[in-house]
């Protein structure tokens, strides 16, 4: 059974950094591609970025397009998101999946870790 572990999360100030990881146990990592979402607080849950199987290829939601970049490293088993430039409207529980599908959709995605706290005050 695979396993996804997120952190990193936590509290930044309005324009600061984050960087968001998510380990991966079970399957190598190559196997999955690997998806970030996001669900703010009283809101669905959200696409944020994937990345294909061997990092060839990512995409990214409109609102964190410039800001966020997604990245894996398939030998250490772990994906990331680099978050800059974060606005208040970023905070949110984020969450790292793992689907056998390129796709943005969250049934797509067949794993799922427990989710990290990311709070941007004003």
């Known amino acids: 059974q695979e396993r996804l572990v997120e952190s990193g999360g936590g509290l930044v100030q309005a324009g600061g950094s984050l960087r968001l990881s998510c380990a991966v146990s079970?399957?190598?990592?190559?196997?999955?591609?690997m998806g970030w979402f996001r669900q703010p607080p009283g809101k669905e849950r959200e696409f944020v970025a994937h990345i294909s199987w061997r990092g060839e290829s990512t995409y990214y939601a409109d609102s964190v397009k410039g800001r966020f970049t997604i990245s894996r490293d398939n030998a250490r088993n772990t994906a990331y998101l680099e978050m800059n430039s974060l606005r208040p409207e970023d905070t949110a529980v984020y969450y790292c999946?793992?689907?056998?599908?390129?796709?943005?959709?969250?049934?797509?995605?067949?794993?799922w870790g427990q989710g990290t706290q990311v709070t941007v005050s004003s």
């Open positions: 999946a793992a689907a056998r599908v390129l796709r943005v959709g969250v049934d797509d995605y067949d794993y």
């Open positions: 079970g399957r190598t990592l190559s196997s999955f591609v």
